[in-house]
């Protein structure tokens, strides 16, 4: 018990060895676990190997950036974060938890209505159905009146889908706004991520529905002007109804909208490009994702993408540079009038707003590394609450979960309510797929004797599927979370190897913020059962042979 307690601090002092700044490497560790756990002696040699955890994962990044003016010094103990990402400090009242379908689609046809200089949406993709057509609808609308003043409209409409899933079937997503770039060329964009790992003679073999394995984009944000949803649900008459998923409202922010926009706009540019005639075409000067050179893409995308994120750490470190000093220092650029009004506006902050990117495809590892560590960080007595629709997690996570000291609650969808549930031909498998990896999780947990420290929960609700992911951190001795995670990823393999996934960190200090977190994820739990041995001996988690030899092969799929 001893040599375990200094485990960490064991594991402090081997990363001592590595280079300041270079989480990349210390984050190489973290992969071994997966090299390790393969094999048949798996079982026989998790227990030793468990105990090391630590020294397999990212060590926490170095405060070496110059602290932001959003986020005073000392104020929270997640400000390492901010070495990677940009930091947004806001007011506790600009965030709203939203809880229902119903919420979140009411919510953004409202924001739609009341747009007038932008309408960003980025989602897997737009469903075909009557409530999608009203969306659209909205948009059209809402530009139709941009027009009406005497000048020039700056209504601008960004939309980024993925291309495999979009294009899927006669009627999809590229068919529902035709319409929208036919009447409004000058105003709005579509954009079609193409993975760059479908190509060549993989791109011609697999068939539809199929190829979406490959790689997706896979990011949902949706905003309106200078107010942002972050969530994980996509544009699609079930995600408006009876899919349960999570939303956050991030209200009159405008440094975030900014961001999400660039982000955006960065995917998109390395995105194909859908024409009014329905045909689609890079734009000028860029790499195309699978008929170009892929390594000379992937290079290329990087640069986009990492210019947004760099971009916006150098002028919040820029502003707080100025701001500390107070008087403008002899050659430095200045403040604009209207960031010094903003500054001067801006309500104490008492939330920060980390974006995570994760585009492994692009060498792009943020919140793999940001994840991880937190999981790692966690401390004894700490309980962590981790919800996920598709349970997969990657071996990493798996073994950060079982070898360190927080106590863990997991949510995860029951065969029922799994979306793929009666699907036609080999997707109606899926389900029985996920319920065999959950069992194998579970079997773990109980060899380990961890069965007090991680419980799995199953979620069900009639009539409702389950898409709802992200964790909640309640600190050792807090009856509240101090700190979320929402956005698109499912800690699965997928996202963090495969798709182009983005979500947020939310640390507050606000007692009222916190309180909403706690109901978000009360309310989520409260529809589930906890599982145990007897759960996988019921007629529904029956798991055919076949699923679990073919499992074990395609898990990296999905």
């Given amino acids: 018990m001893a040599a375990a307690a200094e485990a960490p601090v064991l594991w402090r002092r081997l990363l001592d060895y590595l280079p300041r700044g270079r989480p990349a490497l210390a984050a190489l560790f973290g992969r071994l676990s997966d090299r390790l756990s393969r094999g048949r002696e798996r079982r026989a040699r998790r227990s030793s190997w468990l105990l090391l955890a630590p020294l397999l994962s990212p060590t926490v990044p170095q405060l070496t950036a110059s602290p932001c003016c959003l986020c005073p010094e000392g104020s929270h103990r997640f400000q390492w974060i901010r070495n990677v990402v940009p930091e947004f400090g806001i007011a506790s009242s600009h965030v709203k938890v939203l809880s229902s379908p119903t919420e979140f689609y009411e919510l953004m046809k409202g924001q739609i209505k009341m747009a007038k200089k932008r309408v960003v949406l980025a989602s897997l993709y737009l469903g075909t159905g009557p409530l999608e057509q009203e969306l659209v609808d909205c948009i059209e609308t809402t530009l139709e009146g941009s027009l009406q003043g005497s000048e020039p409209s700056s209504l601008r409409v960004s939309i980024l889908l993925d291309f495999t899933r979009g294009s899927r079937g006669r009627k999809n997503s590229r068919t529902m706004l035709l319409p929208l770039l036919r009447r409004f060329p000058e105003q709005v964009r579509v954009s079609l991520f193409h993975t760059p790992n479908l190509r060549g003679l993989l791109r011609l073999l697999i068939p539809e529905r199929f190829n979406e394995t490959i790689g997706l984009q896979h990011i949902k944000v949706y905003l309106f002007d200078d107010n ?91 502003l707080h540079t100025q701001t500390l000093h107070g008087n403008q220092m002899e050659g430095e650029i200045p403040l604009s009038r209207d960031a010094k009004a903003v500054g001067d506006q801006r309500p104490e902050p008492d939330t920060w707003i980390y974006p995570l990117i994760q585009m492994k495809p692009f060498g792009i590892r943020i919140d793999e590394i940001v994840t991880e560590t937190i999981l790692m960080e966690a401390e004894r007595g700490a309980s962590i609450y981790l919800t996920t629709g598709y349970f997969n997690l990657t071996q990493a996570y798996m073994d950060l979960i079982l070898g360190t000291k927080a106590k863990y609650q997991i949510l995860l969808a029951s065969p029922e309510v799994n979306g793929f549930f009666g699907a036609k031909g080999v997707a109606g498998a899926i389900p029985a797929a996920y319920v065999y990896i959950e069992q194998q999780f579970f079997s773990e947990v109980c060899y380990l004797g961890q069965q007090g420290r991680i419980m799995l929960q199953e979620y069900f609700r009639s009539g409702w599927t389950f898409h709802a992911k992200g964790l909640w951190l309640y600190l050792a001795g807090s009856s509240r979370p101090c700190l979320t995670l929402i956005g698109s990823p499912n800690f699965g393999y997928r996202s963090v190897h495969r798709d182009l996934e983005a979500q947020v960190a939310i640390v507050t200090e606000n007692k009222a913020l916190q309180e909403q977190f706690h109901q978000e994820q009360e309310q989520l739990y409260r529809c589930s059962g906890t599982v145990s041995a007897s759960t996988f001996e019921q007629p529904s988690r029956y798991v055919k042979l076949w699923v679990k030899m073919v499992t074990h092969l395609i898990k990296n799929f999905f």
């Fill in 228 to 318: 942002v949803i972050l969530s994980g649900a996509n544009l699609s008459d079930s995600y408006f109804t009876n899919r349960q998923d999570r939303y956050v409202f991030l209200q009159d922010s405008p440094e975030i909208a900014d961001f999400f926009t660039e982000l955006v706009d960065a995917v998109g540019d390395v995105s194909l490009q859908l024409q009014p005639d329905d045909t689609v075409k890079v734009m000028e000067g860029m790499v195309h994702p699978y008929q170009g050179d892929k390594m000379a893409y992937c290079e290329a995308a990087n640069r986009r993408v990492m210019e947004v994120i760099n971009s916006t750490r150098n002028r919040q470190e820029l």
